[in-house]
């Protein structure tokens, strides 16, 4: 079985940010950037199906700008076999940017292009748009069953079904899918590697695909699906108020009660 | 954000209470209470007065408990008074009270240092610089920073960080230290590599001295050479020259691209090439270079705690010894390209056996947790953790940790019975952390390591404390790495600027 990943190049988890001046999206100008980190969990559970025989070879892909190329060399110094970068130079979050909808037709004209696949592995979302609607909309898009929020995944009967733990409110929920299938993946699936040195020097020189919606024909359609949402402000959350000390359990009492929590 | 789930694995400041157990033994014992007055009920309503009020003036023992004594748990003193001057000229004014009245005095900022030196030995009276907490002013275009005192480190960095701008320091406590106390013992830490140390970031000083002068040494200017460059009398003097009251320093740009690489070495020799590598290759987007044996690595790994979630990031090629070599810089393609180029480089030249990059901030976070996070694992061990801070020559910097392993395995003493050598640290700075620790309390394995490791270090030229200072711990230790001349001067000097000895005593120099 071959598995495709998708994997988003994003505001480094760890990174401050802050609004650009306009509102309109996190000022990412001198801001580090990385693979997703919940995409980094999805790209370690495909090398690890494959390490454990079940997959034969891993395809990492990237909607993005041109920069999004590091996210693929990551992918690839990780263990990917090969790598294909969609360009458009609008993905990221904030507005203006490229909404699930048009990513995930994006990604289905990719299954088209460099299939089959027996499973799409992605983050269960990413850390800039916290939308959580791509993998599901790629698995609509394609009539294909999802299961999303994995914590664990296996490959059952010959590798036709695949058996996924879910992080659900409610605690833990386990179905059982026929493949082709979409996996999105949640924190506690798995720990991503370290990628090795022989690998990384290696990847830099290796070749990346390149694509553009045009050439992937859906170019019409992707900027029909781009008018569809329309982000109309971006802003900061509002400062927390300080703490207040009251000096004795009445003071408290009668705070309480004039906030009208009591 | 999602990504808040994701800083479990981040990186922590030492935390107090885990200490408890670092000592060093073997220095003189504690010398006799000097002549000194006693603090009396009238003296306390003074300073009261002085320092405005109940707010800043402590006489209870709760309070007085944490003034008392130092993280480490090591040092307690018997304060009976601990003030908090609001002002610079309240700390002049208490100081010179103190001095007039035969006083003696122990300044104290964060209390986070490690050789017992902002900490009473006797009734010193504390004077915290804690209410010295303001960051007056950040001039965008110089980017000098004056600020009081008692800012804490980290409170100062998120202040510069509003800047693009960063403070040119950074240690494990930073989340408690004050950039007073840091400026008074010169710290060092983890980006002296880059950005060299204090005597060349402090651009000013505001100093409080024994007879109540505020000295105003707080130009920003950059170059200054008009006469004598008092203040760097006062950086490193521990608090034994006059109380530090507001610091005037150089920031440095903040970097927006910060990567690092964790590299397999097998053998010394090969790491001291990677060092001249990393220099030739990096060059001014190096921002550390640091070293952690298989000794320390194994300590980390085996004590953190099960949050932690740290791992070996080379287990398939387990190596003696590692460097952590992180770059910054202001462009993260430019800096990854030299980054790769030097790690090419390394694998090419057989230096490096293993290796491999930060791939985002978790990683990055995860290998600097494993280097900070060395001292806590020591200390969770449960017995006393012998921590030695010193500067030895490249060349035979690592021959210290086998010598060490070597005189007390032959004293039986070794991992079969528990007692692990570990050698870590800033070799990017030749610093050498050279720490012993046992399961159990044993005398005998004191006594064989001090004044051994002394004399050791003192034979090679090196410096039997890189950064951590003399403090109470190392006050009779200072002959090992200074000549008596330059100690009788020293002597000298603390002299003009405190004749009668109350400021800070039994600390730095020997007791005589």
């Known amino acids: 079985m071959r598995i495709l990943c998708a994997v988003k190049r994003v505001v480094d988890y760890a990174a401050k940010i802050r609004v650009n001046a306009a509102q309109t999206n996190v000022d990412t100008s001198s801001v580090k950037m990385s693979m997703n980190p919940f995409c980094e969990i999805a790209l ?6 494959k390490e454990a025989g079940i997959a034969t070879e891993v395809v990492a892909v990237t909607v993005g700008p041109d920069a999004a190329k590091d996210t693929l060399r990551t992918a690839m110094a990780m263990g ?3 790598a294909v970068h969609v360009v458009h130079e609008s993905a990221g979050a904030g507005a203006g940017a490229l909404p699930p909808l048009a990513v995930a037709r994006v990604l289905s004209a990719v299954v088209d292009h460099a299939g089959p696949f027996g499973m799409v592995l992605a983050g269960k979302q990413a850390i800039d748009g916290d939308n959580n609607q791509t993998g599901q909309m790629l698995a609509a898009l394609r009539g294909w069953p999802q299961a999303t929020f994995a914590s664990s995944v296996s490959v059952t009967d010959g590798g036709t079904h695949a058996v996924v733990t879910r992080e659900v409110d409610a605690g833990l929920e386990t179905v059982k899918v026929p493949l082709p299938a979409v996996v999105t993946t949640d924190l506690r699936l798995n720990e991503p590697r370290y990628a090795k040195l022989p690998m990384i020097l290696k990847a830099r020189k290796r070749e990346i695909e390149t694509l553009s919606a045009e050439t992937l024909n859906v170019k019409d359609h992707v900027d029909r699906d781009q008018g569809k949402l329309h982000v109309r402000k971006v802003s900061e959350p509002p400062a927390r108020a300080g703490g207040v000390k009251t000096k004795d359990m009445d003071e408290f009492i009668n705070m309480l009660r004039e906030k009208g929590v009591l | 954000m999602a990504a808040a789930a994701l800083l479990s694995v981040a990186r922590q400041p030492s935390r107090t209470a885990l200490f408890a157990f670092t000592r060093s033994l073997g220095t003189a014992p504690t010398p006799p209470r000097h002549s000194f007055d006693k603090i009396s009920a009238q003296h306390i309503s003074a300073l009261k007065q002085i320092v405005g009020g109940d707010a800043n003036c402590f006489t209870d023992a709760t309070s007085l408990a944490a003034y008392n004594a130092d993280w480490t748990g090591r040092y307690r003193g018997s304060s009976q008074l601990a003030l908090r001057p609001p002002t610079p000229r309240a700390v002049a004014d208490a100081l010179k009270y103190c001095t007039q009245h035969g006083l003696a005095v122990v300044p104290q900022g964060g209390n986070t240092g490690l050789v017992g030196g902002g900490v009473p030995v006797y009734d010193e009276v504390v004077i915290s610089t804690a209410a010295l907490n303001a960051v007056e002013s950040v001039d965008a275009d110089s980017g000098c920073v004056v600020a009081g005192a008692g800012v804490v480190l980290q409170a100062l960095d998120e202040e510069l960080a509003k800047h693009n701008l960063m403070v040119p320091l950074d240690l494990g406590a930073k989340g408690s230290c004050h950039i007073g106390g840091n400026v008074s013992t010169n710290a060092g830490g983890l980006r002296y590599l880059r950005y060299g140390s ?17 000295l105003d040494l707080l130009s920003t200017c950059r170059k200054d050479n008009t006469g004598y460059d008092l203040k760097q009398l006062f950086i490193g003097a521990e608090g034994t020259l006059g109380i530090v009251t507001r610091v005037a320093l150089q920031a440095a740009p903040r970097p927006s691209s910060v990567q690092a690489a964790w590299i397999g070495i097998q053998t010394f020799e090969d790491v001291r090439r990677a060092l001249r590598l990393a220099r030739r290759h990096l060059g001014e987007t190096l921002s550390a270079f640091e070293f952690v044996d298989r000794a320390s690595l194994d300590v980390v790994l085996e004590g953190q705690h099960a949050s932690m979630r740290l791992h070996d990031p080379l287990p398939d090629n387990p190596t003696p010894f ?24 390394a694998s090419e030249e057989g230096i490096a056996v293993d290796g491999t990059v930060a791939s985002g901030g978790r990683q990055l976070a995860e290998l600097w947790a494993i280097r900070e996070g060395i001292s806590e694992a020591l200390a969770r061990r449960g017995a006393p953790v012998y921590k030695y801070d010193v500067s030895i020559p490249l060349s035979c910097w690592y021959d210290i940790v086998t010598d060490m392993r070597a005189r007390l395995s032959e004293a039986g003493y070794n991992d079969s019975s528990g007692v692990r050598v570990v050698g870590y640290g800033h070799m990017g700075d030749a610093n050498m952390h050279l720490n012993i620790s046992s399961l159990e309390v044993d005398d005998r394995i004191g006594n064989l390591i001090e004044p051994w490791v002394y004399e050791w270090v003192s034979s090679r030229g090196g410096s039997i404390s890189a950064e951590h200072g003399l403090g109470q711990m190392k006050a009779s230790a200072i002959g090992y790495s200074k000549h008596p001349e ?10 003009v600027l405190d004749p009668s000895g109350t400021l800070n005593p039994y600390k730095v120099l020997p007791s005589s």
């Open chain 2, 486 to 495: 330059a100690v009788r001067l020293m002597a000298q000097i603390k002299d």
């Open chain 2, 322 to 345: 590692h460097a952590l070599v992180e770059v910054s810089g202001s462009n993260e393609a430019h800096d990854t390209e030299k980054l790769e180029h030097f790690l090419e480089a």
């Open chain 1, 44 to 49: 370690e559970e495909a090398l690890r199906l």
């Open chain 1, 80 to 82: 990917a076999d090969h």
């Open chain 2, 198 to 214: 204090l005597h060349g970031s402090v651009l000013g000083l505001e100093v409080a001295l024994a007879d109540g002068t505020l």
